[in-house]
């Protein structure tokens, strides 16, 4: 098992701030005994199996003969031509089709594990096997607003602010931007201004989204700077990008397949997302559900197979339902729990580095809906093994909302589920015959013994916000209700925690260059 | 997968009410459109195995090694001639040790499953197998004021408004006593108050504990004139009795013993619980923790077997958690996650009916820390296949307090996890390759289509109290929280459904023969 040092409020401290130095040193400070987290990210996944071998491959095998008859419509000509030569073939009627050997081939010749750099490389994952990590999948449009707990559009400080706040967070383990800044209209400036966010403010691996292909060379050299010098980036890529290559049901995205040949030669790492939408865009049958999507998914992997063979590529089957009463699309649900645990599987069953969402929760509130919906779906994605799970913090109201006190309360709730993923070490000395016979045949009891002590130390894990008093103590004290302690717990992260990771010759170079907001 | 016609409003309605006939009647009306509930209760767990098949075989061996070894001490008189006569042996130090073969024996002669009996028949369920219901357990001693949001002691008043609640929600499936009349200061018109309080309430099968092994016979003369005569309560029992008939670590408590001897006498069935706190009565090691639980759970099985081989025995075998920096008991934490799954898998592994704990949060407020560790906890617990999941509705301040908006909140929450956990059925109809080409081909979506509609009313949850708008329709709509939505359906409830399920005469004799309070 995977036991690290932490100190949760220095977790953030990546290269020293140059505003707030002080203040750095006396989190620092303040944080300074140490103590072995004993649940950190990347415990192992897999003990939930929502489907059974017959169902994998029922499941697989639909999903090949999907790709095998029918096919991918709207294939881009540059596409068309690499996955032709690839071993596609022409159905004559519009649609590439690629045979059970071309998919395999691709399944084949993956990526199945990488590292996502950090630019702290103290930071950087290594994604696939059975390792869990819950980050971040973006896009809210609005904020839940700390002052007066209603939503509000998103704007360009929200992100910086969204951004130095988690990087405080240990269970955010890379970084996407989390919000849309919708205060800047134009597409480049939004995603020039979303990549400084995060160069500004983590040193996270990372993540984000390209509106067009042409915002990528420009965006690199930004990267480069930060990298220290050009060519740096690519060389130790710290940003990945999440792209949708496929549209749902079985087509491609032109403009989302320009993003990935440019990405590829950037050697930028791909999330590629199929977001399909249960009874909207695929079937509102789950298997069928799961075995268009798991199509989709296999026609981007194929499409990064005939482009650059063994090219990173996290497989993210997502699953998506709709509400049948409205037609809206919903996150909190028995459904998504179980399609995106099932996702997960079969993505490992594969082999591939699987990616799925958690934790969107179509609560406004930070609620009791906000917490069971969390919990749930965080706890069956994280036992099925999701390599990278994305929508997993901050996130509220379907979606479109994100929230300074989710991301606080969310990192929390990570460390249960990781805590709960560590499972149970069976051990001579961990059963202990020894310890309760000393104890049954003693003192009666085992408060205080050695072998308590450290494995209270050691194996238990022990919340900061969860409030576990009596109920009179919890009067006492306010009767404070978590998204009021969550609230102040952000707010005091907000106000002590000014990153600034870039060095004032980057910072300067960066804004000669570019238009930053 | 069981499926059944529910109205959820209307579970509620076995016996017309004699005082408000006429909302029961306008109740059932307005429900009364039949909806097919996708996920009721007693769905199938067992997809969830936190422990390995080798990590099962180590645990049960050294439950037995410690059984056979150190044995258990203050064994009772009547029971240690009866366990001796079983083939117990006597260690010559006060305790009575239980050769393996023994506990194997009692394991393959129990009751693998049986039958908990509702007065209304409709509502009885079968324990065993890999069934998963969720039902309470007990016994808080404050209760969430729905006024004033803060916790005072737990009244007859409110035991009487509780049972009544949970009679309209379907999920819990099973009812304790989940509140301690704290205004009845003697033991035996306690007794006797929360048995008529749930006779007069509920047709559910019900669950109590007896304080003294005296109080059984006259309590059995009460539950004879609710089932219609002398003797008739026995032929088919209604209520169970929570027992813990061991102390840990790994000794019997004569009061305990007592009252199961009386309740065998009674034939009424027993969930013999072992409630050992992690740390304090049983080893901090998760594993040692689940090796010195087991063998104490079998013990109470050796103990049944020993006085009547295969009497119906719910193997209850929870684990409870303290928090090492105050030693008070949590309830809300992955390692209770991991635990209650871990003991579920145990028990069914072992082929006994198995109950565990969820549900169990730290939170005092009805906030996203309560859902969070309600949503973990629930979810692992039945995914591991607990067949009762007791406190799982209801239950607040670990353990310490009840609530009326807990138990709606918990009921819709439950429905989630059943969802989740009927998973998801592969079959040709539901791959649906066919319905797939369809739309691709044609519509180029798959909204309102047959294949569409029937999934959508077949399988999915639709959630009454889980607020699924957009934010500005939410803000529109008051901005409220799962709080308030949950005190307004509870006022609802308690306003409408006053089901009194005693007849006239019935009623009148046990106030007769009882003084009722």
């Not at 939503?151 to 969204?162: E, K, M, N, Q, V």
């Not at 020039?192 to 050299?221: G, M, Q, W």
């Not at 249960?416 to 961990?430: K, M, P, Q």
């Amino acid at each position: 098992m995977p036991v690290r040092t932490i100190t949760h409020m220095t977790d953030t401290i990546g290269k020293p701030s140059r505003r707030s130095g002080g203040r750095a040193t006396r989190l620092v400070k303040r944080a300074s005994k140490p103590v072995i987290d004993p649940c950190p990210p990347g415990q192992i996944g897999g003990a939930y199996r929502p489907l059974s071998e017959s169902d994998l491959h029922r499941i697989y095998d639909t999903a090949l003969r999907l790709l095998s008859e029918l096919g991918m419509g709207e294939v881009p000509d540059r596409l068309a031509q690499d996955l032709l030569k690839a071993g596609a073939e022409d159905d004559g009627q519009g649609r590439l089709t690629f045979p059970r050997s071309l998919v395999e081939d691709a399944s084949a010749k993956a990526a199945k594990t990488f590292i996502l750099h950090g630019r702290d490389d103290n930071r950087s994952i290594e994604v696939g096997g059975n390792k869990v990590y819950f980050g971040t999948g973006g896009a809210a449009v609005q904020t839940l607003d700390m002052d007066n707990g209603l939503y509000r559009p998103s704007t360009l400080a929200d992100l910086h602010d969204f951004t130095r706040l988690q990087d405080t967070l240990a269970n955010v383990s890379w970084y996407t931007r989390c919000c849309v800044a919708t205060d800047v209209p134009d597409n480049f400036d939004l995603d020039v201004n979303t990549a400084y966010a995060l160069l500004r403010n983590t040193t996270k691996p990372t993540a984000t989204s390209f509106t067009l292909a042409e915002h990528i060379d420009p965006i690199v050299k930004m990267l480069d700077i930060a990298a220290g010098g050009d060519g740096a980036f690519s060389k130790r890529p710290f940003m990945k990008a999440h792209i949708s290559p496929v549209i749902s049901p079985m087509r491609y995205g032109e403009d989302a397949v320009d993003v990935v040949y440019d990405c590829i030669r950037h050697n930028i790492p791909m999330s590629c997302i199929t977001a399909a939408q249960a009874g909207a865009t695929a079937p509102a049958t789950m298997a069928g559900f799961l075995a268009q999507s798991l199509a989709e998914t296999l026609a981007s992997l194929v499409m990064v197979h005939a482009i650059a063979p063994g090219y990173p590529m996290v497989f993210s089957n997502w699953p998506l339902v709709v509400d049948l009463r409205t037609g809206a699309f919903s996150g909190g649900s028995g459904e998504s729990t179980v399609l995106n645990a099932a996702s997960a599987q079969l993505s490992n069953w594969l082999g591939l580095p699987s990616g799925v969402a958690c934790s969107m929760t179509d609560a406004k509130a930070i609620d009791a809906q906000y917490g069971a919906e969390k919990g749930m779906s965080s706890l069956a994605a994280a036992l099925a093994g999701g390599n990278l799970i994305y929508e997993s913090s901050g996130m509220t109201a379907s979606l479109l909302g994100a929230s300074f006190e989710a991301f606080v309360l969310d990192d929390e709730m990570h460390s249960n589920t990781y805590r709960a993923l560590r499972g149970i070490e069976v051990s001579e000395d961990n059963l202990g015959f020894e310890a309760i016979k000393e104890a049954v045949l003693g003192a009666g009891h085992f408060l205080g013994g050695d072998h308590t002590i450290t494995a209270m130390e050691r194996d238990y894990f022990y919340p900061t916000l969860a409030d576990r008093s009596e109920p009179r103590t919890w009067a006492e004290n306010g009767a404070k209700d978590a998204w009021t302690l969550a609230r102040a717990r952000a707010r005091e992260i907000l106000t002590t925690h000014h990153p600034e990771y870039l060095s004032t010759d980057q910072d300067a170079e960066i804004r000669r260059q570019f238009k930053i907001l």
